[in-house]
Structure formats: structure tokens, C-alpha cells
């Protein structure tokens, strides 16, 4: 959010802030806004130095946050970001260092473990995708992997894990799995195939069903070259969502944050219904309509509008895979999936990596990383009006994605 030297200004004004309101016997512990009530219903995780801190929010449209006197450091409780996992006011992680699966509660202002316990059903522990079964069953996969583990979260106990079907992948190849939607007593399969033997991960899309609960009688419905993955290869990124009698899944062929496929287009898939396939008479080609560019999906706007965020001429502006998150490219877009078409790109001058916001009443709540801002600001986004306004400020961060939690 800063220069070089500002951001180590911000690293040593906040340890000494830190410091002065321990020993002041928390004269300092006050919120910076005093709209900011515990228990509210939203939630931040966003980086002030070198440690990722959880706050409270319970008024998005105005006020000051940062981490002077609140706040929990989760440094070393969430320690791979994109392996966390929310529902509610209860977070789940999976530890890649320590191989334990985990459930805390954010409660007044405070994270709770719930329980932990040794997970090892993974060689490579970094989630690719999660899905909820039902209420208490959550469902995820290791990155561009075939494997899967169900844990009933109320129990917490790992019921099952394991790989997909085997039997329809061909000699000398691997499946990779990027979605898995439940549907009509089953769940849709989205996946790729890998080469063991050329190493190239092919520019197709296929889609398969399979029997839920018993995990059988694996199908292949469809194939598809227009897009590939089908699906994120990064967990929490958002890819699917219900409208109309449809399902859309949103490909994701983005270099380094997806696929790796930059000559592919980034597009919604849909499937009706009523069938197993994808519909061949649509894709929804997002990259023909932005010069070429690649998006990842941020969140279901509702009446056939999604918002995405666009990697704007990331050809030139990515010199070093560390450009992904931190050069000033990144633009936010509503897309209309009915009329397959960009609807609007809101004012924001080039952003750092923001892919983060949640829906309440119709209206999106965004974290805007913004080089040239004091500070991340919440902005609210209304698609009826078409307005857009300036919300509240979350004070001290750095330039890493801030994340947006919605707890009720």
C-alpha cells in the first residue's frame, strides 16, 4: 500500500503502538471507530508487517479499523492462506507444516480452537478446491490433484478420503480435479488430464458425474476446448453459482493464480438443470471482451451480474511471478451472464492483487488494495443503482490481498 521506506516506517510506528498499549494498561484498546461493536458480522484478514491479523467488522460503510488494541495475529494458526476455509463465525485450516486439520470459532473479538486433529491424507497439502456436502460435511482436494477428503465438521473426524475413479483415465496420464459441484444426488466433476509422460497438462475441459454418497459410478458427460481448467486451482477462489435453471462454472486459465494456459480465454460454462453436460450452445468468452486479458471470479452479484477482477495487460506487466500480486494491473468488472457482456468497469485507478468482497442486500462490499491510497478502503458497490462509494478504512496494511469475511 506504500513505498519501500513507508512500509518500514508502518512496521516500527505499529510495534511501538503495539508496545505503548500493553504497558499502558490498554488505554489504547478502544476501537478506532466506535461504530465497531464485537460479534459484528463481517470480518478482515489482512497483513501489517510481516503477520496476517483477524478483525472484527460490524459496519462496512464507514469508520476506521486496524489492529492498535484488537485484532488476533493468526500468523501461526492460519499459516497458508488459501487453505482456510469459513462458514459462520467457525474457520477450518489445513496445516501444511504441521499436517493437522483444524476448526476455530471467531467469537468477541477472539479465535477459539475448536478442535484439531493429524491430517496426512495428502503428499502435497496445498487446497486446490473445497465444497460444502451439506450442513456439516465439507468436502476438499490438494491443487491439480485427483485425490479428495470429506471431514464432518461438527465431529470433526475425517470420514473418508481418498482418490476419484480411476478406471477412465488413460495409460501414462493423471487426473487433476479443479471443481466438484453437488447436484440432484450427485456431483459434478470438473477436471483436466495431465500427461505423466510429455508433461503437458492438455487445453481441454471435461466434465463427469458421480453417485453421492457412495462416491461411484463415475461418468463423463462432456469435453470442451473453447476453456480450461473448469474450475480454480487455487482454493477460495470463487468459480460457480447457481442462476435461472442453470449452474455456471467460470474457467480459469490465468498464469501462476490458475492454469497456467495464457492463450486460453477465461469464460463461464453453464450446464442445465436437467442434464449432465455442458450446454454447447454457450460459453461466455469474458477474455474476447477485455483485448485478451484473464479474470478471476470474486462473487455472484445476483440478476445475472458476477464480479470479476481483470489481470490487465499482464503480458507487459509481469516481469517476475511475484508481479501477480503486486503490480498495479488489476481492474474490477461486472460481467452479465445473460447478455454476455462487460457491464461496467468501476473507477479504481490500477490495483494491487484485490480479489475479495461479499454480498449483503444486493450490494457488494469490496476490499480495494490501492497503491496510491493511505489505506485499504471497503467499498460499496450497488448494481441497481450502479453506484459505488467509499466505506470503511482498514488501517496498517501492506500490500498483500486483504480478505473479506461474511459471519452470519
Not at 7 to 27: D, E, G, N, Y
Not at 100 to 114: M, R
Not at 304 to 313: E, Q, S
Request: one cysteine or more; charged letters at 20%; hydrophobic letters at 35%.
Amino acid at each position: 500500500m506504500f513505498n519501500q521506506l513507508q512500509r518500514r516506517l508502518l512496521v516500527l510506528t505499529t510495534v511501538i503502538a503495539l508496545t505503548f498499549s500493553f504497558s499502558a494498561c490498554k488505554k489504547n484498546s478502544e476501537p478506532s471507530d466506535n461504530k465497531q461493536t464485537p460479534n459484528g458480522e463481517y470480518a478482515v484478514i489482512y497483513t501489517v508487517g510481516q503477520s496476517n491479523y483477524l478483525l472484527n467488522i460490524s459496519d462496512l460503510t464507514s469508520g476506521t479499523i486496524g489492529i492498535v488494541g484488537k485484532g488476533v495475529n493468526v500468523s501461526n494458526i492460519f499459516t497458508w492462506g488459501e487453505n482456510v476455509i469459513q462458514k459462520g463465525r467457525n474457520f477450518y485450516h489445513l496445516d501444511p507444516n504441521e499436517g493437522k486439520f483444524g476448526k476455530y470459532l471467531f467469537e468477541n473479538e477472539k479465535l477459539t480452537t475448536v478442535k484439531e486433529f493429524p491430517f496426512s491424507s495428502f503428499p502435497s497439502p496445498y487446497l486446490g478446491w473445497h465444497v460444502w456436502l451439506d450442513e456439516n460435511q465439507l468436502m476438499f482436494g490438494p491443487r491439480s490433484s485427483n485425490l479428495y477428503a470429506i471431514v464432518n465438521t461438527a465431529t470433526m473426524t475425517l470420514v473418508k478420503s481418498g482418490e476419484f475413479d480411476k478406471t477412465s483415465i488413460p495409460a501414462d496420464h493423471s487426473r487433476r480435479v479443479f471443481s466438484v459441484t453437488p447436484r440432484n444426488g450427485k456431483l459434478l466433476i470438473g477436471y483436466g488430464l495431465y500427461n505423466d509422460k510429455t508433461l503437458v497438462h492438455y487445453d481441454r475441459s471435461y466434465l463427469a458425474t458421480l453417485d453421492y454418497p457412495s462416491l461411484t459410478n463415475f461418468k463423463v458427460t462432456s469435453e470442451d476446448e473453447r476453456s480450461a481448467p473448469l474450475g480454480t486451482l487455487r482454493n477460495g477462489y470463487f468459480s460457480q453459482f447457481t442462476e435461472g435453471g442453470y449452474t455456471y462454472l467460470l474457467t480459469n486459465p490465468m498464469p501462476m493464480l490458475g492454469g497456467g494456459k495464457p492463450n486460453m480465454p477465461t469464460g463461464f460454462f453453464r450446464v442445465k438443470d436437467d442434464s449432465e453436460q455442458l450446454d454447447q450452445n454457450y460459453f461466455f468468452n469474458v477474455s474476447a471482451k477485455q483485448d485478451k486479458d484473464n479474470q478471476l471470479g470474486v462473487c455472484y452479484l445476483g440478476n445475472g451480474k458476477v464480479l470479476m477482477i481483470n489481470a490487465h495487460d499482464a503480458a507487459n506487466k509481469v516481469k517476475t511471478k511475484d508481479d501477480w500480486w503486486y503490480a498495479s494491473m488489476w481492474e474490477y468488472l461486472i460481467v452479465d451472464i445473460n447478455t454476455q457482456q462487460v457491464v461496467r468497469k468501476l473507477n479504481f485507478p490500477p490495483l494491487l492483487n484485490s480479489r475479495s468482497a461479499v454480498v449483503h442486500d444486493g450490494k457488494a462490499y469490496i476490499a480495494v488494495n490501492d497503491a496510491t491510497a493511505d489505506a485499504i478502503y471497503v467499498w460499496e458497490y450497488d448494481p441497481i443503482a450502479d453506484t459505488l462509494k467509499k466505506g470503511l478504512k482498514i488501517e496498517g496494511g501492506s500490500d498483500n490481498t486483504p480478505i473479506l469475511y461474511k459471519l452470519n
